[in-house]
C-alpha cells in the first residue's frame, strides 16, 4: 500500500518536473553541464508567459464549464441510482447524491483513488445496502464509463492523426478495456463458468491469495444483476452519452477560454469539437494514472501534452491544464463536504474504515 501511494506521488512530482524542465543528461553524461543546470537548465514553460495566459483567460466561459460539470453530476447520480436498484428498489436519490460526491472529495484528498471504495461504505452507513453490492455497481458504473471512453478512443484513432507511439499505445489500452469487458461479460453470462476459468489462471498462486481474489470476484455479480435487465439499457445509455456530451462541451468552452478556437490554431479551429474529444480521451487517461490525491501532476503533464499536439505554445497548454484542473478539484471537493456534512458523516469514522477498506483495496488491485 505504501509503496503504491509512493509510486503515485513520485508520478506526480516527475509530470510536473517534465511539464516544466526539460533535462539534458546527454551534456551532463558528456561532461558538458553540471547536474543542477542537466536537470534545471533548459525551461520548456516561461513563467512569465504562463501567468500572462492565466491573466487574459476569458473565465465567463470557463464558468460555464464548471457549471457543465456540476450539473452532470445530477445525471451520473441518477445512472448509479439506476444500476443500485436490483440491489435496493427503493433506493432515494439523495443518499445517492451525497454519498457519490463525499467519494469525489475524498478521491481529491487522499491517495488510491480511496473514495471510490469509501462511497460504498457511506451508502452502507447511510442506506443500509452491503457494502459488497454498492461496489459491484461501482465496477458497473466504471465498465459503462470504459465503454463510452473506448468509442471516444476509436473516434480519434480514425479522425485525428496522432503520431505513431502515441497511437500505438492507445490500440494497446483499448485492446486491455476490450479484454476487460470481454471478462465482465462472461461473468454476466455465465458467472460459475468464468470463475472456473479464472480458478485455473490462479492456480500458480498461493491457495489463500485465489481463493480472496475469486470470492472478490464473486461478490461484483450481484451489481451486474441491472445489464440483466434490458428495460433500462436505452436508460443508462442515454444518461451516459448526456454525461460525455456534457464533458466535450465542457472542454469546447475551456478552449474558448483561452482563444484556442481561432486561426492563430488552425488544427483546433478546423474541428474543435473533435479537439475537444481528443482532449477529453488524454484527460480520462491522465486521471486514471497512479498520482498524487486530485491527480495533482500527472493531469497536468497530460492535459498540457494533449493540447500542445495542436501546436499550443507551452505556457498556454499549462494554463489551460492549470485552469481546467482547478475547475474540476475545487467545485467537486466543496461540493463533496457539503454532501459529507449534510449526511452526518465524520471524518473520525472515515479514519476507523481505512484499514478495512484499503485491505479490501489491496485484495481487489490484485
Known sequence: MKRRIAIGIFLSILFIYLSFWKPDFAGLWQGKVGLFVALFGRSRIDVDQLALALAQAHYLYLLGGVALLLLSLFARAQRWRILLQPVWPSIRYWPVYAAMNTGYMINNILPLRMGEILRAYFLNRSQGISKSSALATIVVERLIDLLAALVLLGVTLFF?????????????????????????????????????????????????????????????????EILRQSHHFLTILGYTALLQ??????VYLTLLGFDLVSPTYPAILANPLLTSVVLLVIITIGIGLPSAPGAVGTFHGIVAFGVSLFGVPGATAMSLAIVLHLANYVPLTLLGLVCFWSQNFSFSEIKKQLPQEESESSTQST
Not at 203 to 222: N, Q, R, V, Y
Not at 245 to 250: A, D, G
Open 160 to 224: 485525428f492523426p496522432f503520431p505513431d507511439w502515441i497511437r500505438d499505445g492507445l490500440f494497446y489500452m483499448g485492446g486491455a478495456v476490450v479484454l476487460l469487458i470481454i471478462f465482465l461479460v462472461g461473468l454476466l453470462v455465465n458467472t460459475a463458468g468464468t470463475l472456473r476459468i479464472v480458478a485455473r489462471v490462479l492456480k500458480p498462486l498461493p491457495a489463500k491469495w485465489s481463493d480472496e481474489i475469486l470470492k472478490t470476484i464473486g461478490s461484483f455479480s450481484s451489481g451486474l
Open 245 to 250: 456530451t456534457s464533458y466535450i462541451l465542457s
